[in-house]
């Protein structure tokens, strides 16, 4: 049973942010509009850079500094949100989570799935709510197809096309994988979101096409195996020019009882079986806004949030088992992915307290230490 600590505080929750790079500055945004926080820290390697949003932003009384720990603890923050590079998510949640504080990580909780096991070891140590921001699970078009596919019946299929062509420049047109990594957790994540299924098992192939500006392959198809026994068929480009999908892909899902459809943008459309239907309502708040409202939610009433660490570890696991599925060529159990990255967690966790949680788990709770 998951559990943490709450936050008691009549006022907004106060917020240490960690990196003021250009993701830093959208956090930054989406903080100064909601009411039930205060930004009153901004913690970057590069000083410059937080005294230039701080500019930017026109903030007031923000410190500033290269440590979360004793940024947090001038200002009396309540908890972090972190948007450092992948890298740099390890060491940042376990310094914030044992000066006593919860965290909101951007996506992914961490490079792999082990370093993923260790961070939710330390989450049940210092007993601090540890999110993921996993911010496109928030679209109301995927709740509102979540809704429809609760109309359904059994699920047979469901199906996301991914095309587009961004030219980021920089780092991701160097990276091995490019699509599966650094995109396609996206909807790994919101297809788990979708189903209240898990997975069991995938086969991946990936290529570059010939016109590719990516070093690594920047296209690939995946079918999953999920728990109810619904396959998940993700197809996927990053240099498919013409007719792109949106930045949620395009989905159909398909069950006994007929079949639902989002491009991604608008709301979904349905045709079932049993005649006409209509699209539920959703209203809450989207991407980050919408992440941000569940971690101040889950603070105060001690709720788990969806994207709570071990339950996000299993998005992680899909991407990682789709990589090694497509280096293989074989279909990859992700119960060995899990099992895998267990071991190398318990062998390289530093913290005597993490690995002895680590290894309460034990071998035969791998998968339920990750839920």
Known sequence: MITFKTVETAGPLRVVQVGAGGMGKAWIRTLQAN??????????????????????FGLQDVALGTSVSEVAAATGAHAVVNVTVPAAHHPVNVEAMFAGLPVLCEKPVAPTVAEGLSLAAAAEVSGQLLMISQSRRYFQGL?????????????????????????????????????????????????????????????????????????????????????????????????????????????RVNGAGGSAAWDGAGAPVAELVSGAVLVPPASHEEEIAGALAEF?????????????????????????AAVQSASTGQRVLIDGVMEDAYQVAV??????????????????????CSE
């Open 347 to 368: 062998a390289s966790e530093r913290r005597g307290d993490v690995r002895a949680a680590l290894e309460v788990c034990g071998p035969a709770r791998r998968r339920a």
């Open 296 to 320: 101040v939610a889950a603070l105060r009433s001690g709720d788990v949030p969806s994207e709570e660490v071990h339950s996000n570890l299993l998005s992680l696991a899909m991407v990682e």
């Open 143 to 251: 709740t509102q197809l979540k809704a429809l596919t609760a109309e359904l019946g059994d699920i047979g299929v469901v199906t996301t096309e991914f095309f587009k062509a961004p030219h980021f420049g920089g780092f991701r047109e160097e990276m091995a994988h490019v699509l599966l990594v650094d995109m396609a957790i996206h909807q790994f994540d919101a297809v788990r979101f979708l189903l209240d299924q898990d997975p069991v098992s995938v086969y991946c192939e990936e290529f570059n096409p010939s016109w590719s500006w990516y070093d690594g392959a920047a296209a690939a198809t995946a079918v999953f195996q999920m728990s109810g026994g619904t396959r998940y068929v993700y197809t996927g480009s990053w240099c498919a020019d013409g007719l792109e999908t949106s930045w949620n892909g395009s989905w």
């Open 35 to 56: 009411d039930d926080v205060e930004l009153v820290g901004l913690v970057d390697l590069n000083l410059g850079a937080a005294q230039a949003a701080v500019e930017e």
